[in-house]
């Protein structure tokens, strides 16, 4: 099953910070589990969009 909606616990990575592949840059909790959300391509955080304690966010949502 896919994760469609999600709450935003607690990001592990700030604004400027490196990250590496496999690496969880935040906490999103689900309906089931809380789970870490591991990158797919090693890179910088430009912008947190989402922030901590967000709820009911749709997986592919942009806010701004």
């Given amino acids: ?8 616990v ?3 990575v700030k604004e ?3 990250v590496e592949v496999g690496e969880a840059v ?3 909790e689900t309906d089931k589990a809380t789970l870490g959300f ?3 391509d090693a890179g910088y955080v430009a912008k947190i969009l989402v922030p ?3 709820k009911g966010v749709k ?3 942009v806010k701004d």
Avoid: S
């Avoid at 099953?1 to 935003?8: L, R, S």
């Fill in 1 to 8: 099953a896919k994760i469609v909606i999600g709450n935003i």
């Fill in 10 to 12: 607690k990001w592990h």
């Fill in 16 to 18: 400027g910070d490196k």
């Fill in 26 to 28: 935040c906490d999103i």
């Fill in 38 to 40: 591991e990158m797919q």
């Fill in 52 to 54: 901590d304690g967000t």
């Fill in 59 to 61: 997986v592919g949502t």
